[in-house]
């Protein structure tokens, strides 16, 4: 285990990809700013600043062939930088409520990234032109945490609030394809995979449960947990979670699902 000192305050949001063939984290803080870390000796290799406010929000992508960091702040802003670099490339504006958790992926030919907003819709813009092209509408509270998904062949957007759902659109119509209902209080963190073929979708709540959700038939996997869980993730048949207490991973089986609910 490594562990070294990143920002002035929480190490809000973290990401990890690979820079020409070296591992990296990514690292947003409530110092307002998003650095870029050696994996292997926790090296500084980059830090961005342009944030005025915490940065809750940090994923990385592919604009170009080239490799993009994207950022979410409470300064009401997400922002786009080029990952070797360092250097802004775009801010996305629009939303008058912080940003919280962002994403992104390739849609209908294009690079777009998506933010969830207190203002209780995702905002989606274009990432070469920074043009807002999309808001998606569903929950009556808070959006939270944003990941995109695979159902059926198809992108599909899936967001947590601070209203206890899990709203799954598609993003190329707007339209809610699910509301996955089941957590007892808000939803935080969000993690989208495959497993045994099937389109699944993890949720963190402060319910004191994980839900793992098979997005073709709405139902879901509930693991309890001691404490509130505030984040997932999701590689590899492994599910990781993050409470206020613990760091938990464990193994998904074929026979858990026959546990389902819903």
Not at 6 to 11: F, M, S
Not at 91 to 111: F, H, K, N, P, Y
């Amino acid at each position: 285990m490594r562990e070294w000192h990143a920002h002035e305050g929480g190490a809000l949001a973290v990401a990890l990809t690979q820079l020409d063939g070296r591992r990296v984290i990514i690292s947003g803080g409530d110092d307002n700013v998003v650095r870029i870390w050696g994996w292997d000796d926790g090296a500084l290799l980059r830090q961005l600043t342009g944030h005025t406010h915490s940065v809750w929000g940090v994923t990385v992508g592919d604009l170009h062939g080239q490799p993009i960091i994207a950022s979410a702040s409470r300064d009401r802003t997400a922002r786009v930088w080029d990952a070797r670099t360092g250097r802004e490339i775009l801010v996305l504006e629009g939303s008058q409520e912080r940003l919280w958790g962002v994403t992104c992926a390739e849609i209908d030919g294009r690079t777009v990234i998506a933010a969830g907003s207190t203002d209780r819709t995702v905002w989606i813009w274009d990432a070469h032109s920074g043009r807002s092209v999309s808001r998606l509408y569903g929950h009556t509270r808070g959006v939270r945490y944003v990941s995109f998904a695979r159902l059926r062949g198809r992108p599909v957007l899936a967001a947590s609030g601070a209203d206890r759902d899990v709203t799954v659109w598609d993003p190329s119509t707007g339209s809610i394809v699910a509301t996955l209902k089941g957590h007892g209080d808000g939803v935080w963190g969000l993690a989208a995979g495959t497993f045994n073929d099937r389109s699944v979708l993890a949720s963190a709540s402060d319910d004191l449960t994980v839900r793992v959700w098979d997005l073709q038939t709405g139902r879901s996997l509930v693991l309890p947990q001691a404490s509130p869980a505030y984040a997932v993730e999701l590689s590899d048949n492994i599910l990781a979670i993050g409470t206020d207490r613990h760091i938990v991973s464990l193994g998904l089986e074929e026979q858990l699902f026959d546990e389902m609910s819903g």
